[in-house]
């Protein structure tokens, strides 16, 4: 029969066709506003991401069939790595930042984030202000991202 055995994939869940309708008239809804007037260069996204800075390499080796390969520890997870946070636009990275081994994201140290942003997009991208153009900034809701005082800080912005 010239038939495999394949598995499918795993997803976090089924959309409901109710939601695929939402879904399809919000992309709608943003292409039109796009067409309208342009808002897609205006978005800046920000994330954070923890980077391994201690990488071990494993090593390749030739052998017989019958024989076993060269072993190699499995490195400490946990160990050896600092967050990175980053913030890009269409044009690409604008601002970056890499905190020190253990440290986290704090409220106080996002609202420090988006300040030292705010300065970087001034001295990089000087075309929103010629345009007056107001930045959408795009960032997911963890905790410190929606802090009081990182809430507190963006609306004295507007």
């Known amino acids: 029969m010239a038939m495999i055995q394949k ?7 089924e959309l409901k066709p109710r939601d695929v309708e939402r879904r399809l008239f919000a992309c709608e809804q ?4 796009q ?3 342009g808002f897609l260069h205006r978005i800046v996204t920000g994330d954070e991401k923890w980077v391994r800075y201690d990488n071990p390499k494993r090593r390749k080796s ?4 019958s024989h076993a390969s060269t072993s190699t520890a499995k490195p400490n997870i946990h160990g050896s ?4 946070s980053i913030w890009w636009d269409q044009l690409g990275v604008v601002y970056y930042e890499l905190l020190k081994p253990a440290e986290t994201i704090t409220g106080d140290r996002y609202r420090t984030q988006l300040m030292r942003l705010s300065r970087a ?6 075309q929103y202000n010629e345009r007056h153009d107001n930045v959408i900034l795009q ?4 905790r410190p991202d ?11 912005l507007k």
Do not use: C, I, S
Not at 146 to 156: D, F, G, S
């Open 7 to 13: 598995q499918g994939n795993w997803v976090p869940y």
């Open 30 to 33: 943003l292409l039109a506003r």
């Open 35 to 37: 067409r309208r007037k």
């Open 62 to 65: 030739w052998g017989y069939p």
């Open 81 to 84: 790595k600092v967050m990175f």
């Open 121 to 126: 997009l001034q001295d990089k991208r000087p």
């Open 139 to 142: 960032h997911d809701n963890a």
């Open 146 to 156: 929606v802090a009081k005082v990182v809430k507190t800080y963006l609306e004295t």
